[in-house]
């Protein structure tokens, strides 16, 4: 055993380990004969791998090299199998996999470097389909940009889900801002499901469903809001799975990947709109001026659910306001957007630096808000903020992201944010663009690629 690992690396590798080895930690745990809490600690870091637990892990879990291996082919070999399952070789055994990162490093990294390549050419190639309007245009991009791309055909509003959410809030009784204790109780009554709330490993998903053990564990650091947003998403799976496909069927989605990446985003789209129904949740925002803090307040939710939600508002007989809605992280991947408009968000080459949605991350805590002009000439008002998610303490990981919603100017003076801006003056405006590929400003002095040819 080689003791010398570094302890800060232990946990992350064993909750690895147990992931690949197919275990929950409710149910490593149980196997191990201690508390699911205990192992989470473990994995947190916060308690030591003990040698009676080291001894049991191996009892249970087998070979334990990976855990200790402090070199580097463990990493190796992870970083392998997410390049090879996204080369559509999801076959590949871990005792292949190992023996390749083991053996033949440089060969190793030399095909992640390829791999790397691949896809930038791949988004190359996807960005010129848009620009020379190809039929079935994107096609080769991730699955998960497909689905965004049908809300955003839908506006982001998928009626039936809506009108759904909004006959169960009245059904159900419940009451905005205080869902949690209802919502649970829905769980274990027709579904026989448990709701447990513990300090669940940070970064992972924000519910995980122990099926053999019908208990639905959530992280302690959710809100009640956004526990009841996890609640109604699971409910949605459970109860409403007919709905849900439906929608899925006239998406036209065949292939299981994008079946499973649409059934997501309809679930959460569903407990968005039980958590927020559209009617109230309408008259709340157009009698605040759209002021989102106080709906977060008001709800029970975090400012990016805010966000998102008001993008959502699209139902023809009363439309909220047309927004549209981004969410990026420091290094600008975009991992959301969404638009009730025609406004099109660049599907590769990164958006514009300009864009007041990076300076929030210099200005935690506050709203910033930007006047901006795109090089068709047509002019937008965007707000942004930072937002971070994860377990609370000194020190704790978590995840950071800025999201910024914006809309077309002349609707702008609606928003509680334009009050004492002059906003309608011409100079107030910042000149932005799509993405450096697909930007036609060439004088700008932010440019990091040329433009695409074909413009």
């Known amino acids: 055993m080689n003791t010398e690992t570094p302890q800060r690396q232990l946990g992350l590798r064993l909750a690895k380990l147990r992931e690949q080895r197919g275990y929950t930690q409710a149910q490593l745990a149980q196997q191990l004969g201690v508390s699911a809490s205990y192992l989470n600690q473990i994995e947190r870091n916060k308690r030591p791998l003990t040698p009676a637990v080291q001894q049991r892990l191996r009892a249970v879990l087998g070979e334990l090299g990976d855990l200790f291996d402090a070199g580097g082919p463990a990493a190796l070999q992870e970083a392998l199998g997410q390049t090879l399952r996204d080369l559509g070789l999801a076959d590949v055994s871990a005792n292949e996999l190992r023996a390749l990162a083991g053996n033949l490093p440089q060969v190793s990294q030399a095909l992640l470097d390829l791999h790397r390549r691949h896809l930038v050419l791949r988004e190359h190639a996807a960005a010129l389909e848009f620009q020379l309007g190809e039929p079935g245009a994107g096609m080769s991009l991730p699955a998960g940009d497909q689905v965004r791309d049908f809300f955003n055909r839908m506006h982001n509003h998928i009626p039936e889900l809506d009108a759904l959410a909004e006959r169960l809030f009245a059904e159900w009784g419940l009451t905005v801002g205080h869902m949690a204790p209802r919502l649970r109780q829905l769980l274990a009554d027709r579904h026989g499901v448990m709701v447990e709330v513990a300090p669940l490993q940070a970064g992972r998903e924000k519910r995980v469903m122990d099926s053999q053990a019908r208990t639905l564990w959530l992280p302690d650091y959710l809100e009640p809001g956004q526990q009841a947003f996890q609640m109604a998403a699971e409910l949605a799976l459970r109860g409403h799975a007919e709905q849900v496909d439906a929608v899925i069927e006239r998406a036209g989605f065949r292939d299981d990947e994008r079946i499973a990446q649409a059934r997501i985003g309809l679930s959460n789209y569903f407990a968005g709109a039980l958590v927020m129904p559209y009617g109230p949740f309408l008259r709340a925002a157009e009698s605040s001026g759209y002021d989102i803090e106080l709906l977060a307040h008001q709800f029970g939710v975090g400012f990016e659910a805010v966000c998102h939600r008001l993008s959502t508002l699209a139902r023809r007989s009363a439309p909220g306001l047309p927004f549209f809605f981004i969410r990026v992280d420091r290094a600008g991947n975009v991992s959301k957007r969404h638009s009730a408009t025609d406004f099109h968000f660049s599907q590769v080459g990164g958006s514009c630096p300009l864009w007041i949605v990076y300076e929030a991350f210099n200005q935690p805590g506050r709203i910033l808000t930007q006047t901006a002009r795109m090089p068709d000439g047509r002019r937008h008002f965007w707000l942004a903020r930072q937002v971070s998610s994860g377990p609370v303490g000194h020190g704790q990981p978590r995840k950071t992201f800025a999201v910024a919603?914006?809309?077309?100017?002349?609707?702008?003076?609606?928003?509680?944010?334009?009050?004492?801006?002059?906003?309608?003056?011409?100079?107030?405006?910042?000149s932005i663009g799509p993405g450096c590929r697909v930007c036609p400003r060439e004088d700008c002095m932010q440019r990091a690629f040329v433009q695409l040819p074909g413009r």
Do not use: K
């Open 405 to 430: 919603l914006g809309c077309d100017l002349q609707h702008a003076e609606r928003l509680v944010y334009t009050r004492g801006l002059d906003i309608q003056s011409p100079g107030n405006s910042v």
